[in-house]
């Protein structure tokens, strides 16, 4: 474009102008125009929380420069990524592709945040387990460990939580079970121990939460014990909940009266 055109699609509302020689469709998010004003794209968990992927504590902007670029002044709890792309963009892109932005998450996050982030992603369908594969291949060798922990079937980033504190503190887990009379529970703990993550409104109504009570009251007569955490604790007070966990782990074993019992 020439700069008249450039300067008529402004005046037009067409454009707006992140920084010198760059501009970015008008209702651009934000974000994105603060990461290119200080010449970079967005990244890491600032992009993924825009594309509706978990992330437990997005803190401040994370843009991505090449490896050449000037450092710009950020505030505190902004963060800058170098890492070479796996997948390039665009020269004038205001973004990085998604693969990259998780790996910067998990190299910024911590393990189990991390963990949760790469769980939403291949449940929106956003990345495949082959890029999984891929994006592992180049962490560090400390992190490796954690593909096992993966697991596409959590339905939400709390879930992805509370598994991974039950997977340390030595519970067999499986996700997404369906049982019998029951229905579909989120988490069962040595099978018998039936986990739901709440992250539902907190005023839910009535008829839902007559719903979820009657199924407890079927599990309750058939030998499960149910535990539900919500959100606002595994997120900001997960300590309650690891105590919680480690109640029921001291309970003696049961066998539950039902039938076989089917991952969803």
């Known amino acids: 474009m020439?700069?008249?055109?450039?300067?008529?699609?402004?005046?037009?509302?067409?454009?707006?102008?992140?920084?010198?020689?760059?501009?970015?469709?008008?209702?651009?998010?934000?974000?994105n125009v603060r990461a290119v004003a200080r010449g970079g794209r967005l990244t890491c968990v600032s992009l993924l929380r825009l594309k509706g992927v978990f992330v437990a504590r997005a803190?401040?902007?994370?843009?991505?420069?090449?490896?050449?670029?000037?450092?710009?002044a950020v505030d505190p709890e902004d963060a800058v990524h170098r890492q070479r792309l796996l997948r390039p963009v665009h020269p004038r892109a205001s973004e990085v592709s998604i693969l990259d932005a998780?790996?910067?998450?998990?190299?910024?996050?911590?393990?189990?945040d991390a963990v949760a982030s790469l769980d939403s992603a291949l449940q929106g369908r956003l990345v495949s387990h082959t890029d999984v594969d891929e994006l592992f291949r180049v962490l560090p060798a400390r992190l490796k460990r954690a593909r096992r922990l993966v697991d596409?079937?959590?339905?939400?980033?709390?879930?992805?939580?509370?598994?991974?504190?039950?997977?340390a503190l030595g519970f067999c887990v499986e996700s997404q079970v369906l049982i019998p009379g029951v229905g579909r529970v989120d988490l069962l703990l040595d099978g018998w121990i039936i986990v739901e993550c709440d992250s539902k409104a907190f005023h839910e109504d009535w008829e839902a939460q007559r719903r979820d009570h009657r199924r407890d009251q079927v599990a309750a007569a058939r030998g499960y014990v149910r535990y539900r955490p919500i959100a606002e604790d595994i997120l900001f007070h997960p300590e309650t909940v690891e105590d919680a966990l480690r109640g029921l782990r001291e309970l003696t074993p049961r066998v539950p009266k039902t039938g076989r019992m089917v991952r969803a």
């Not at 843009?63 to 000037?70: Q, S, V």
């Not at 959590?154 to 939580?161: I, K, R, V």
Request: hydrophobic share 40%.
């Open 152 to 167: 596409a079937r959590a339905e939400a980033g709390p879930e992805t939580l509370v598994r991974l504190m039950a997977v």
């Open 2 to 31: 020439s700069t008249r055109e450039i300067r008529s699609a402004v005046d037009g509302g067409l454009i707006q102008k992140a920084c010198q020689g760059a501009y970015l469709a008008r209702g651009a998010p934000d974000e």
């Open 102 to 112: 998780l790996h910067h998450a998990m190299l910024c996050q911590d393990l189990p």
């Open 59 to 72: 803190g401040g902007l994370h843009t991505h420069l090449a490896r050449t670029a000037t450092q710009p």
